[in-house]
């Protein structure tokens, strides 16, 4: 899930103020945390609560009244506030930003053993959505980005069949997979190239607008730094594109411990317990 918090770190400048280049400073000072890493960290949290309905419920509402200006969308911001639990029909990308945790309690082992999805993260990543964008196209971008983290976690890290070898040494063929399952599954057109996006794509808070081009600013990378790189240089809603992009290219390359170290500096203290407390569960197994 760090992943999601450096890309939303990285980006928080240029949501406004969008650059059309790769070629610009990884972390400024005026870099901050908004909404994306702390409702990330609040889907963690409820994922360690139980990862139940109202384990999220009460974990979206607690870190979003804690942070009250993170950069909420107008509906969210308002649900938190209110005593209202039920969802609102959203399809904003706000549930494919905060969905990463859901994806690393996902079973590779599971999946190698039985050929079969588990279920486990994938109800949750439905769930983490549901409870707020329950608009097909929010679960649908909630879900496919999940798709892609468990698909990088699984091929990149070795993992395969009883009667396949691991492609964990080809990168290309590993894209390809999980470029062939996404747009498959969900429909989404992964054909084309950043180039061919840059110059027209602006503004948007859709997942249909927004998790398609996260997807292939992952597929065009060679290494974590230029996956949010490629995100942030489309421009559009820049924080939340890298946090996608980020939490994808964290399951197939890792992260270079000092981008970690420096993304860390900008969280405060109740965040940064949620990750150290993630850190260990996730380690359980």
Wanted: proline fraction near 4%; include cysteine.
């Amino acid at each position: 899930m760090m992943g999601a918090v450096i890309g939303d770190i990285v980006g928080s400048v240029y949501e406004w103020h969008n650059i059309k280049t790769k070629n610009f400073p990884l972390f400024r000072d005026d870099c901050f945390f908004t909404d994306d890493s702390v409702m990330t960290c609040a889907v963690a949290e409820a994922i360690m609560n139980g990862g139940e309905k109202d384990d999220f419920i009460d974990a979206m509402k607690k870190y979003g009244r804690m942070y009250p200006d993170a950069g909420y969308g107008g509906r969210f911001g308002a649900w938190v506030c209110s005593d209202d639990r039920e969802p609102y029909n959203s399809f904003g990308n706000g549930s494919a930003m905060r969905v990463s945790p859901c994806a690393w309690v996902m079973d590779c082992g599971f999946c190698a053993r039985t050929g079969m999805w588990p279920s486990y993260g994938r109800d949750r990543a439905r769930l983490s959505a549901e409870v707020t964008h329950n608009h097909p196209e929010g679960v649908k971008g909630a879900m496919a980005t999940a798709d892609a983290i468990f698909m990088c976690r699984y091929y990149f890290g070795g993992y395969c069949g009883d009667y396949e070898q691991p492609i964990n040494d080809d990168p290309a063929e590993c894209k390809k997979r999980i470029k062939e399952h996404i747009e498959s599954e969900y429909g989404y057109d992964l054909s084309r190239t950043l180039d061919e996006i840059r110059p027209t794509y602006s503004f948007n808070e859709t997942c249909q607008d927004t998790v398609p081009q996260a997807i292939i600013a992952f597929l065009e990378s060679t290494d974590f730094e230029d996956a949010i790189r490629n995100a942030i240089s489309l421009g559009g809603d820049s924080d939340t594109l890298a946090a996608i992009t980020g939490s994808i290219a964290e399951a197939a390359y890792g992260i270079p411990d000092w981008i970690k170290d420096k993304a860390y500096s900008y969280l405060d203290e109740p965040l940064k317990v949620v990750l150290r407390r993630w850190k260990k569960y996730i380690a359980r197994g």
